[in-house]
């Protein structure tokens, strides 16, 4: 395997910032019966009972469709009694403990930070329910229990301008 | 307290140093959701890489390694099921190439299964508050399905929605997405092949 320089050998790298959203719940869907309608139908569900997105990611493959989603911890009430009221939308899908965004700006569209990022909370032991950019931040998805040991792996790769949450 | 019109896309604004109960809730007169217009992006591949979760530290060298070479990535997002982390990278399409090498040396040895790039393109859009509010996604995602406009993948966090389609399709799907969404006069779709 090659081997690579980083984090502990380095200067830490200027970042304006972190921002932390807590007090989320993960919803998790992966469907290898696909009938090709059920993201439309599952985001109109959601939609209708108000339940706003703070991050989504979704794929379809030949074999499955699959999307995590985070949304408030007051709508994983909603979202089970949907599931309730229709059982076909209940196929695949797992609501996790509670989770907490972490998104680092400016990613300025640089594979090192991310690296870095993954290389930091990698050696904390944090375990990654998943990772997404946007055009600024690249924002990871780890479990509340993890937050201070993430922010604080987080802090020990990049010099953070301000820590919002 | 909550205020509905009909056919509206509302904003909701939890306020923190208040009790859940005392939630409020705000909305836009909006009959189709206004946006700042539409990116659209030709050129591209998107690689799909699954690791073991263990893997994670390898797979961030990789990162290190691509960003020193002074590759860039015009969008990343991933997922974990199990003890797997799927990760899919969109790159321009001549820098594929360099970002399998390097995931492929950099994984060699471990459980991990890198697919080839698939040829692709990307729109991407913002709004007003689009990070706060419910149901954007849902009608992009709608009226795609609606016109049979295959997507591949899509990412939101923040506010910005990114849509990835297969190669040829983000004009079709531009012109669908502005018959559902009201962009400006002045601006309506730029085109850009452009990245590092």
């Known amino acids: ?165 | 307290m909550e205020w509905r019109y009909p056919d509206l896309t509302p904003i909701r604004c939890p306020l923190p140093f208040l009790d859940d109960a005392l939630e409020t809730k705000a909305a836009y007169r909006e009959s189709r959701i206004k946006t700042y217009g539409f990116q659209r992006m030709t050129g591209l591949s998107l690689v799909r890489i699954t690791v073991h979760r263990s893997e994670t530290e390898s797979l961030g060298q990789a990162f290190c390694r691509l960003g020193e070479e002074g590759i860039g990535f015009l969008l990343v997002f991933s997922q974990c099921r199990g003890q797997a982390m799927e990760v899919c990278l969109v790159v321009t399409a001549e820098r594929v190439g360099v970002v399998e090498a390097r995931l492929g040396e950099f994984l060699a040895g471990t459980d991990r299964l890198v697919r080839p790039g698939v040829p692709s393109e990307m729109v991407f859009f913002q709004g007003p508050h689009f990070g706060d509010r419910y149901g954007i996604l849902e009608a992009a995602v709608r009226g795609l399905a609606a016109r049979r406009v295959k997507m591949t993948a899509a990412a939101c966090s923040g506010s910005c929605i990114y849509l990835v389609l297969p190669e040829g399709k983000s004009e079709e799907a531009v012109a669908t997405l502005s018959e559902m969404f009201e962009i400006p006069r002045a601006s309506s779709t730029k085109l850009s092949t452009t990245c590092r």
Do not use: W
């Open chain 1, 1 to 165: 395997m090659a081997e690579h320089k980083d984090c502990s050998t380095t200067e830490k790298i200027a970042m304006e910032g972190l921002k932390v959203s807590g007090n989320l719940t993960l919803m998790e869907v992966a469907d290898r019966s696909y009938a090709g309608e059920r993201l439309s139908r599952m985001l109109g569900e959601l939609a209708k009972a108000g339940v706003n997105m703070m991050l989504f990611i979704g794929g379809e493959s030949q074999e499955e469709i699959r999307f995590a989603s985070c949304v408030a911890a007051s709508d994983g009430a909603h979202i089970k009694a949907l599931m309730d009221l229709n059982p076909e939308l209940r196929t695949g899908v797992e609501l996790s403990a509670a989770v907490d965004l972490l998104a680092l700006f400016p990613h300025r569209f640089d594979f090192r930070t991310l690296g870095l990022g993954l290389i930091a909370l990698a050696r904390a032991r944090i375990p990654l329910h998943g990772f997404c950019s946007s055009l600024s931040a690249i924002t990871f998805v780890a479990d509340h229990t993890d937050l201070d040991q993430a922010v604080a792996a987080l802090k020990g790769c990049f010099e953070l301008g301000v820590e919002i949450s």
